[in-house]
């Protein structure tokens, strides 16, 4: 499974984006899916995740509130919304698929960078 997160750039503080993870050629919609980010410089770090079907949805305490998931399997696609985004959301957010109602991070992509201005 090949994944592909798209949608970053430079927004300013308190601005909003959202980021897209696809999965061409495979059933995005079979798998759990989940957000992570890597700071420059810093581990990376779980943001959150949705099973499979898109009933539950994880997300870190750091993001809670201000981001959240959702997919459409239609689409064969997973979105993370990013709302009142701050400096410190800063870095490179890529996507991962694996498991269905317990996200077991197996494939992932590349990321795509995510700049926040003050």
């Known amino acids: 499974v090949q994944l592909q997160a798209s949608g970053g750039g430079l927004v300013q503080s308190g601005g909003s984006l959202r980021l897209s993870c696809e999965a061409p050629?495979?059933?995005?919609?079979?798998?759990?899916v989940g957000w992570f980010r890597q700071a420059p410089g810093k581990e990376r770090v779980a943001v959150g995740h949705?099973?499979?079907?898109?009933?539950?949805?994880f997300m870190t305490d750091s993001v809670q509130g201000r981001f959240t998931i959702s997919r459409d399997n239609v689409k064969n696609v997973v979105y993370l919304q990013m709302n009142s985004l701050k400096p410190e959301d800063t870095a490179v957010y890529l996507c991962?698929?694996?498991?269905?109602?317990?996200?077991?991070?197996?494939?992932w992509g590349q990321g795509t960078l995510v700049t926040v201005s003050s």
């Open positions: 949705i099973t499979f079907n898109g009933e539950n949805i």
């Open positions: 991962s698929a694996g498991g269905l109602l317990t996200f077991r991070p197996t494939w």
């Open positions: 050629g495979s059933t995005l919609s079979s798998y759990a």
